[in-house]
């Protein structure tokens, strides 16, 4: 579990020119914001696009950060906005191989891991974000804020409009439905 104050000292060491820090934040948050385009765009390869942008754009904007939210809430924020904008566009956005965007998404500096963990972690991580995108927008949202953004049922509750009885509620319910989601499939599988 990651701390406000260890986000933000990241980001005050980016601010200050050391900004391969950046990778830090952005393997640490990858999963996140990976769950959250997938919920909007249902397809994989669209999804990682969208989360490439949502971390090119939020290190452009790292100076704008103030620290009064968490760092998740403000990527939150950017990672819905930048899927809705693109949702808004008439053409759908392509991913070209040769595209020189920021290759944020795939670089992990120093982490050490191998190819097999990363690609188990991958596959996790895609089941988890399969599973969330079947629940209700609210479902999946108050799960993806309350899980991968560590966000306090208070803080989900103003995100989302609702009181926080109402979050802990559907935080139980999104949490059964999330499990027979699960269930269901993989029995599935498991019997054929």
């Known amino acids: 579990m990651h701390g406000q104050e260890d986000d933000i ?14 990778a830090t934040l952005v393997s640490r948050y990858q999963a996140y914001v990976f769950t959250i385009t997938m919920r909007h765009v249902n397809n994989r390869e669209l999804a990682e696009e969208l989360a490439q942008d949502v971390f090119v754009k939020a290190y452009r904007s ?4 103030k620290g009064s939210s968490k760092f998740t809430t403000w990527l939150y924020t950017i990672a819905h906005n930048t899927c809705l904008s693109h949702l808004r566009k008439k053409e759908d956005a392509t991913f070209f191989p040769g595209d020189e965007r920021m290759q944020v998404w795939a670089e992990h500096s120093g982490d050490g891991e191998q190819p097999a963990a990363i690609m188990e972690q991958r596959a996790q991580q895609q089941i988890l974000a ?21 966000q306090s049922v208070e803080e989900i509750s103003k995100i989302v409009g609702m009181t926080t ?15 027979d ?7 599935k599988e498991t019997v054929r």
């Open 9 to 22: 000292a990241i980001i005050q060491m980016v601010l200050q020119g050391r900004q391969t820090a950046y």
């Open 165 to 179: 009885s109402n979050v802990k509620v559907k935080l139980l319910r999104s949490r059964q439905k999330l499990k």
């Open 62 to 65: 790292l100076a704008s950060f």
């Open 130 to 150: 399969w599973a969330i995108q079947h629940l209700s927008e609210t479902d999946a949202a108050i799960i993806t804020l309350f899980y991968q953004g560590e």
């Open 181 to 187: 989601i699960l269930e269901n499939k993989f029995s």
